[in-house]
Structures are given as C-alpha cells and as structure tokens.
C-alpha cells in the first residue's frame, strides 16, 4: 500500500451527494487488481461514505486521499476532533485489521476509533500524510524509525484468528513447483530454490508476533501524539524476521542492504540467520506475485536474496 495521497484536480471521478471525488488512479487500481470486487467497491463508495459519516457523525473536511487499494476521507467528529474514514475492499487483505488495530491499540501506529466489521471500513486517528517517512531525506534515519517502530509492534502477541504466516508459507511452498518453470532466467530459478529452502528450514516454528506486513517508508506518517505513526497494516501472526523487507527495498541502495538488515535485526532482538531466511521468504513470496501477474521478477530483490544468502545465512 502507498501512503494516502490527495486528489488531484481533473483526474477524479464525481461521487454524487457525498462531498467527494473518486481518484481515477484508485479506479484504475481496482479495477485492475480487484477486478470484480473492485468494481464493486467504486460503485458502492458513495453510499457507503454516505453511510458511514451519517453513523458516525462526521463532516467531510478537505480533498479525498488514496492508496494503492483503499479511499481515505479526512473527517472532523461530532466533538471537533479531527480523523480519517477509510474505505477499502473487504478481502482477505484487509478483513484482519480490526483485530491488528486493537490489539496494538495505538502503540506505534494510529488508534482505531470506530470500525465496521462487514465491510472493514475504519475511522482511524489523523495522522499528517503531509510528513511521510520517505520525505526523510537521510535513509539511515528513515531506516531507524521503522526499526524502532517495528520492534514496538511485533512486542504484541498475535490475537486469535488473525492469519498466520505458518499458512502462508505453506502456500507459498506449494506454489512454487509450479512457479519456478515459468522463469527464464537459470540464476533467478536457482535463488527462487534457495528461498523455498530457506522457508522450509523455520517453517516448523512460524513465530507467535502481530506482524504489520508492508511496513514500509510511506506507511509511517509524522503525528502529534507520537513523532512517527505506522498506518495502513494487513496483520499477519508469524515471526518478525518476516516483516523485514519493505525497509531493504525502499530507497534501495546495494551497499545499505546489509547495514540495514543488521540495525534491524540488533534493534528487534531477531536471530540473524533465523531472520534472514524468513527475509528470504519475503524474495520468495513477492516473486510469486510477480509471476501470477505475468510481471518480471524484481532484481533488487533477487540481489537482497544473494546479499542475505553469502553473508547473513551460514
């Protein structure tokens, strides 16, 4: 997920008696990879915003923002304090985030303030997404929030019923005999492999932490309440090695990968060769996505793999 961006004059769609504009690029978005659902989801977001700010009482307070797969409205309460009501398909990408949100209950990211099970829409705290992480112009920096930010949210115990990364890996595994002939390059084959092994040797202890998923530079805001605030987290219960990543490929520089893993790893108190191999799985997991989509593989992370592999697994 991207971080909320505001909409920009003449690439919207009007949603009618709501106050609102649909962003072009958050239609395009759906329609492409939610297809039908995602369909459903733009038709369906006049009245549900309509519905939601009547339930809630809350009046639309500046331009709609988006990411990649969810519409955020900024919204001032019945008391005058400010919040965002965000809207998003409900899948299994978003259906845990309620659960996530409680749990963590405001520690190192936003508070959930009101929620809607059956359609996952949220009324989440404000945070300023005119200050995301990635304006930060020293990396390094940026780097060490998101560890820090990191070691707070994976300090949590998993909730009962949230996903777990033990079936995700396993899926994973399953997909990738089936993956891996679909790869010209000899070299990309042979790290695929490697990753699949890697994730054989810790999937019999999958890790028991509330994992945000995709936290990454544009996924942390600066907030009043706290410097730095994550947002937008699909919970996953698993081991923190496999929540790594996102910090490795942003802003990828090839001599920082192993620094970064390194603070990482030191500032969450991570097993480094346990890490890496669920890093690893991170390359493996990404890679079959990129397949499914007909994309090419992704040569920086198929480098990150290489790094983790000569010098972080043995």
């Given amino acids: 997920m991207s971080a909320q961006r505001r909409t ?17 690029e958050l239609v395009a978005n759906q329609h492409k990879y939610k297809r039908e659902a995602g369909r459903a989801f733009i038709d369906g977001l006049p009245a549900r915003a309509a519905d939601h700010l009547a339930r809630w009482e809350l009046t639309i307070t500046g331009p709609a923002m988006h990411g990649m797969a969810s519409l955020v409205l900024p919204v001032a309460r019945a008391d005058g304090s400010s919040a965002v009501l965000k809207m998003q398909v409900a899948d299994d990408e978003s ?24 359609t996952t829409t949220q009324l989440l705290e404000r945070a300023d997404e005119s200050r995301p992480l990635s304006a930060v112009e020293d990396s390094r920096e940026a ?34 005999p089936g993956a891996l002939p679909q790869i010209g390059d000899p070299s990309a084959r042979r790290a695929l492999s490697v990753c699949g092994d890697a994730v054989r040797e810790v999937l019999p202890e999958p890790g028991d932490r509330l994992l945000h998923w995709d936290l990454h530079f544009d996924n942390v805001l600066g907030a009043v309440r706290e410097p730095w605030l994550a947002i937008d987290p699909n919970p996953l219960v698993g081991d ?36 890496a191999r669920w890093t690893l799985g991170r390359v493996l997991q990404n890679s079959l996505w990129d397949i499914e989509d007909g994309e090419p593989l992704q040569a920086t992370q198929l480098r990150i793999a290489e790094l983790l592999t000569t010098h972080r697994t043995g």
């Fill in 8 to 24: 920009q004059q003449g690439t919207t769609a009007q949603a009618r008696g709501t106050g609102f504009e649909i962003p072009a």
């Fill in 95 to 118: 259906e845990h985030q309620g659960e996530g949100l409680r749990a963590w209950d405001g520690r190192g990211i936003v508070r959930l303030l009101a929620y809607d099970e059956p």
């Fill in 143 to 176: 780097v060490g929030v998101i560890a820090d930010l990191l070691a707070r949210l994976t300090s949590v115990p998993g909730p009962p019923g949230v996903r777990h990364l033990a079936d995700i890996a396993a899926d994973m595994l399953d997909a990738l």
């Fill in 240 to 275: 923190p090695g496999f929540d790594l990543m996102p910090a490795l490929v942003n802003r990828y520089e090839d001599g920082e990968v192993l620094w970064r893993f390194d603070l990482m790893t030191e500032r969450l108190g991570l097993d480094r060769r346990r890490a």
